[in-house]
């Protein structure tokens, strides 16, 4: 369900795509959405791919070799349609299958998958685009319920620990190994759900960037259920 409140001024909604692609980031500005209900039968494009990693790309030379009914027409024409805006734009999308993300085994106590709220970065200026369209939406979390986890003094200390190095170039380090983009959630916040069919543009970490990046994250998939989206 899109459980988006109204309340939260850093998400602005439109009703198409050039709005969605136009409309700059400015103040707390950092999330634009294209809002839509879609119509099709998604779920029966995932059913006739057969695939066993745990992710895979589909391109649309195979979506279009798919024998779909009426409604899955639909949807696969909604998902060309997509890739084809989202191509125009400049953008490079991937349309992806997905029983699960790895998990990041490296740093138990800081786990930096997509699974943890963080934010994107780029030496350029670009942003990430991304609409699910079947399965478990990903997620936003307001910047002010967010708190950097390398500024939480005890995961501050740990890091340290782990480091060992000389102390100016714990920056660096931190940078390095991507902890300085993760957040944890402060008490009582609330995460928004991005919804299904609505297409996101969200704000990330560059140089030219005017505003805070979109924090979000993967969800955690519901068992047997494969995601659909598109995400670049």
Same mark, same amino acid.
């Given at each position: 369900?899109?459980?988006l409140?109204?309340?939260y ?7 198409n ?9 400015q ?8 809002k ?13 791919i057969?695939?066993k ?10 979506l279009n070799?798919?024998?779909?009914? %009426?409604?899955?027409?639909f949807?696969?024409?909604i998902?060309?349609? #997509? $890739? ?6 400049? *953008?490079l +999308?991937?349309l992806?299958l997905?029983?699960?993300y790895?998990?990041?085994d ?14 994107d970065r780029s ?8 609409c699910?369209y ?5 997620q ?12 939480i ?14 102390? %100016?170039?714990?920056e660096?380090f931190l940078?390095?190994?991507?902890? #300085? $983009?993760h957040?944890?959630?402060k008490?009582? *916040?609330? +995460? ?15 140089p030219e960037s005017k505003v805070l990046?979109?924090?979000h994250?993967?969800p955690?998939?519901?068992a047997?259920e ?7």
């Amino acid at each position: 369900m899109f459980n988006l409140s109204q309340a939260y001024n850093q998400i602005h909604c439109f009703a198409n795509f050039q709005e969605l692609t136009l409309t700059p980031f400015q103040g707390n500005i950092n999330a634009i959405c294209w809002k839509r209900n879609l119509v099709g039968n998604f779920s029966e494009i995932v059913n006739k791919i057969v695939f066993k990693d745990n992710i895979v790309a589909i391109d649309e030379a195979d979506l279009n070799e798919l024998i779909l009914s %009426e409604q899955g027409h639909f949807a696969r024409q909604i998902l060309t349609d #997509d $890739l084809t805006l989202l191509k125009a734009h400049g *953008a490079l +999308p991937t349309l992806n299958l997905i029983k699960y993300y790895d998990r990041d085994d490296d740093f138990l106590f800081f786990p930096t998958d997509v699974y943890s709220y963080h934010v994107d970065r780029s030496p350029i200026a670009v942003d990430t685009f991304l609409c699910t369209y079947y399965g478990e939406p990903s997620q936003i979390l307001p910047n002010e319920q967010a708190q950097q986890k390398i500024l939480i003094p005890e995961i501050r200390n740990e890091l340290k620990k782990l480091y060992e190095g000389a102390e %100016e170039g714990f920056e660096a380090f931190l940078s390095e190994h991507f902890f #300085d $983009l993760h957040y944890q959630e402060k008490p009582n *916040a609330e +995460p928004i759900s991005l919804g299904l069919g609505n297409l996101w543009r969200l704000a990330i970490d560059h140089p030219e960037s005017k505003v805070l990046a979109c924090v979000h994250r993967a969800p955690k998939e519901k068992a047997g259920e494969i995601r659909l989206m598109i995400i670049c």
